[in-house]
């Protein structure tokens, strides 16, 4: 018995030490993501796109929008790396059989990028990529055609992926056109919505400038 004692003692001292030398396989991510310059930035995108299950598109010729990074560093994996906390598409929007929209955007609370995984030296601009997504999102759109006036809600969140920006070349972009996560629309008023599905993707690329420092996109690095 005492041999035995000795045997499963010496056992589980070995495991601790194995246990104690190798990170565990279920501990998450501990690298904290830097963002530099921190705080505002703004972002604008030419023409974006509203395209429902149904295949209808709505389309906006510009986009803006403003939010800030928190101070750096930020851990986590996912780790919430900046708010949106204003965003706007350009009125009048076309949609299918003529119609025209207007996007009302709620801020309240902010809209929230999440980063999920960094790779260097990939992405637009070969200085690294975070993919992601934005959540939180919340939006009234509403409109008329031929079919009458719709209005409906839009809510949930959307894959993107961040490019830093290139040295001395092009800025930062955050791009929404991957796919791999739907909207949800729902509260739909009116005879024009007989046609509008109930989820949404939404493609746009949107070029970042920090508000901070002037021009410079801000730098991710997880």
Do not use: H
């Not at 035995?4 to 396989?25: D, E, F, M, N, Q």
């Not at 092009?170 to 791009?175: M, V």
């Amino acid at each position: 018995m005492r041999k035995k004692t000795r045997i499963l003692t010496a056992v589980g001292a070995a495991a601790a030490a194995v246990a104690l030398a190798t990170p565990s396989a279920f501990a998450g991510p501990t690298a904290p993501w830097t963002i530099t310059p921190a705080g505002d930035f703004n972002g604008t995108a030419g023409v974006t796109v509203l395209t429902d299950n149904n295949g209808n598109k709505i389309q906006c010729a510009t986009s803006a929008a403003a939010g800030n990074a928190p101070t750096s560093p930020v851990s986590g994996s996912p780790a919430k790396l900046a708010n949106i906390t204003s965003i706007s598409f350009n009125s009048p929007c076309t949609g299918p059989f003529s119609s025209t929209w207007t996007v009302t955007t709620k801020v309240t609370p902010p809209w929230e990028i999440w980063g999920n995984t960094y790779a260097a030296g990939a992405g637009t601009n070969s200085t690294g990529q975070t993919t992601g997504q934005i959540k939180a999102i919340s939006a009234t759109v509403s409109g008329s055609s031929v079919l009458g006036p719709c209005t409906f809600d839009v809510t949930g969140s959307v894959a993107a992926k961040y490019n830093n920006p290139s040295a001395g070349g092009s800025n930062g972009t955050l791009d929404t056109s991957g796919g791999g996560l739907t909207l949800t629309i729902a509260n739909k008023v009116g005879g024009g919505c007989g046609i509008v599905g109930t989820t949404a993707s939404f493609a746009g690329l949107y070029t970042i400038k920090s508000t901070a420092t002037g021009t410079p996109s801000p730098v991710i690095v997880g």
